[in-house]
């Protein structure tokens, strides 16, 4: 088990930017994945970017070269750098932390959400 915490979600205006913080209760490098989902009102969760253990990241087409994710498995915490932000990235944002084989979710964890809004 891990307790996932979200911070610095918030107000911004269109072209800004925000830094969210993911931090666990544990150490997140037994984790094979962490990652950013975020689910707009009426709409499906979808992920926004991971970083696996070794470091490689995948981002959603919407977000590739505007954000960034990041982990510091010495503190435990993930970060996601959103740069110039749109209304469209309007979601609550939520962090996860999965479990793997090669073949299989073994287990997935999710914080309670931060809700980021980007005013036009």
């Known amino acids: 088990q891990v307790q996932l915490v979200e911070s610095g979600g918030g107000l911004v205006q269109a072209g800004g930017s925000l830094r969210l913080s993911c931090a666990a209760s544990?150490?997140?490098?037994?984790?094979?994945?962490m990652a950013w989902y975020r689910q707009a009102p009426g709409k499906q969760r979808e992920l926004v970017a991971s970083?696996?253990?070794?470091?490689?990241?995948n981002y959603a087409v919407s977000v590739k070269g505007r954000f960034t994710i990041s982990r510091d498995n010495a503190k435990n915490v993930v970060y996601l750098q959103m740069n110039s932000l749109d209304p469209e990235d309007t979601a609550v944002y939520y962090c996860?932390?999965?479990?793997?084989?090669?073949?299989?979710?073994?287990?997935?964890?999710w914080g309670q959400g931060t809700q980021v809004t980007v005013s036009s």
């Open positions: 996860n932390a999965r479990l793997s084989t090669i073949s299989r979710i073994l287990a997935d964890f």
């Open positions: 544990g150490s997140i490098s037994r984790f094979n994945t």
């Open positions: 970083i696996t253990n070794g470091g490689s990241t």
